[in-house]
């Protein structure tokens, strides 16, 4: 198997654009997660689905954000209109019930 | 609220010396455990995990953690460590009662010294 896939894994924009971040989840996992990680807040949880519906979406930082989940194997996260402070790196992580969870490798975003 | 905390933020061992990486955690549900390893520019490995059962779990590279209910700790241990284990540690906790949901501690990163 291989892995959680995430594009792109360098990601830099301007301020004011839209950034798209894509994950593809290991097959036959039912549970997708996004999580952000920066040096001043850590790894945070942003949102979680399962079966392709979003359970916990109360770590989206504002309305700027938003994630989808059409299908089982496909997931993005949109940032729009990004900011210099979503610069962090963004961690897309699935699981096969309540088991561990799988991280893809990231994709490091800058707002410049 | 659920909390993980990780005391120490950075620590340096000497290669080959032993290694007791600190996790307690603030549940208010029997808890499950995690400890992930996370290597520059790279996602997190699981190293180990605890659902239930025997409290000292074995995990991969020769780690092992032992879970403790009465101190509400799980710390990861490794007997002789490796160069190769510099790295980023995080534990993380996550019980049934909160779904599928793990909280994370702050990490600590691992320097080991030749």
């Known amino acids: 198997d291989a892995g959680v896939i995430q594009s792109p894994r360098h990601e830099v924009t301007e301020m004011g654009q839209e950034v798209t971040l894509r994950c593809k989840p290991i097959?036959?996992?039912?549970?997708l997660f996004w999580y952000r990680q920066t040096m001043m807040r850590g790894l945070e949880l942003l949102i979680y689905?399962?079966?392709?519906?979003?359970?916990?979406d109360s770590g989206m930082p504002e309305d700027r954000f938003s994630a989808k989940m059409p299908n089982a194997s496909f997931s993005t996260l949109k940032i729009q209109p990004s900011e210099p402070r979503d610069s962090a790196v963004y961690f897309c992580a699935s699981s096969y019930g309540i088991h561990e969870q799988f991280f893809g490798p990231g994709t490091r975003l800058t707002v410049l | 609220a659920q909390s993980v905390t990780q005391p120490d933020i950075h620590i340096t061992v000497s290669e080959g010396a032993s290694l007791e990486l600190r996790c307690n955690y603030s549940?208010?549900?029997?808890?499950?455990l995690f400890w992930y390893v996370q290597s520059p520019g790279q996602g997190l490995q699981l190293l180990l995990k605890y659902f239930s059962g025997d409290t000292l779990v074995q995990g991969i590279k020769g780690f092992e953690a032992e879970f403790k209910r009465s101190q509400s700790s799980f710390n990861l241990r490794k007997p002789s460590v490796h160069w190769s284990d510099a790295a980023e540690y995080f534990c993380a906790v996550g019980a049934m009662e909160y779904g599928n949901k793990l909280v994370f501690g702050a990490g600590t990163i691992l320097r080991v010294k030749s």
């Open positions: 689905f399962n079966n392709n519906v979003p359970i916990d």
């Open positions: 097959s036959g996992h039912d549970y």
């Open positions: 549940y208010g549900a029997t808890p499950y």
